[in-house]
């Protein structure tokens, strides 16, 4: 009884600043634009993430994967990428403002995250609320957020194989992701927004204060 939630949300006059500039970008239909934002360290996982992305491409060649955030990983992801053969597929834009990287989410057909820790990204919040379909581990609060096969797509925390799958399933279905992206905005709508999370905590104060005068 002693305990309360309220999500932390985002700020919806960002994310439609972001929507509002998606008319000015054409995107190419036949080519599939993953995106992932986070710093390049080792919690996130990102030579899983090349190693799923490189498995999906010998399936479907047309795919394109950017990557937005800075740190001290990065001269060891550009080398693996090199291995694997894929170093024209994969973009690193580097850290950029953040009103950038939501214009850069909404460009994209599919974001991916692939972490090994994580709370609930805010990011997740963001790119589902552009109506952006997601492909995310099944780790903490994630699963509180993308709700599998209905918002987005969820897999066992490590395994590329299943990332593979879950990025071949998106990239082969343009309706999916539609329906996802739509789910998934009105999910952020409904429960993560930064006005719901100021009057959940307004309406607790005040409850706790009425109790208080009693």
Known sequence: HKLF???CGVELAAVSLAKSNQANYQKHHSIIRLISVGRLHVEKG?????????????????????????GPYQNELKAYIREKGITEKVTFLGAVP??????????ADIFVLS?????????????????????????????????????????????ASQMTEHIIELAQNKEKRTRY??????????EFTIDKSVENLWQRFLTLLDGKKM
């Open 5 to 7: 939630v309220s999500r």
């Open 46 to 70: 990102y030579p899983l993430l090349f190693d799923a992305f490189a498995e999906a491409l010998k399936v479907l060649p047309d795919m394109v994967l950017v990557l937005l955030g800075d």
């Open 98 to 107: 953040e009103q950038i990287a939501l214009e850069e989410i909404v460009k």
């Open 115 to 159: 972490s090994f820790m994580e709370g609930i990204p805010v990011v997740l919040m963001e790119a589902l609320i552009l109506e952006i379909p997601v492909i995310a581990p099944r780790l903490a609060g994630i699963p509180e957020l993308v709700i599998d096969k209905e918002n987005g797509l969820l897999f066992d925390p490590a395994h």
């Open 181 to 190: 992206g739509a789910a998934g905005k009105q999910k952020v709508l409904a």
